[in-house]
Nanobody, 122 residues
Framework: VQLQASGGGLVQTGGSLRLSCVAS????????MRWYRQAPGKQRELIAA???????NYADSVKGRFTLSRDNGQNTVHLQMTSLKPEDTGVYYC?????????????????WGQGTLVTVSS
């Protein structure tokens, strides 16, 4: 499984950005796709997740400002980030948790993308 994240950049406080993540490879079904954020000097934290049924979960710090969506039938997710704050600055990582591959084999593993940098200036 390969993950390609895109959409990071520099934005002013109050601005918006849209991150995308495309999962490719021998994938039949993905259990969950997630976004993590690692701020400078801090541990990586889970900020948003979407599971195969479409249910989403958000960290309290982004709830109401970030929206995670998934393209129908596609292994692509988009994280729409609005009302950005300087504390949203960090490297954002896309993650896939557990897949069923094209042969029907279940892989209870975590897969990671390369990260995309988001910088929110004050």
């Amino acid at each position: 499984v390969q993950l390609q994240a895109s959409g990071g950049g520099l934005v002013q406080t109050g601005g918006s950005l849209r991150l995308s993540c495309v999962a490719s490879g021998s994938i039949f079904r993905i259990y969950a796709m997630r976004w993590y954020r690692q701020a400078p000097g801090k541990q990586r934290e889970l900020i948003a997740a979407i599971i195969s049924g479409g249910r989403t979960n958000y960290a309290d710090s982004v709830k109401g400002r970030f929206t995670l969506s998934r393209d129908n039938g596609q292994n692509t997710v988009h994280l729409q980030m609005t009302s950005l704050k300087p504390e949203d600055t960090g490297v954002y990582y896309c993650n896939v948790n557990s897949i069923i591959d094209s042969s029907g084999t279940f892989h209870p593993l975590d897969y990671w993308g390369q990260g995309t940098l988001v910088t929110v200036s004050s």
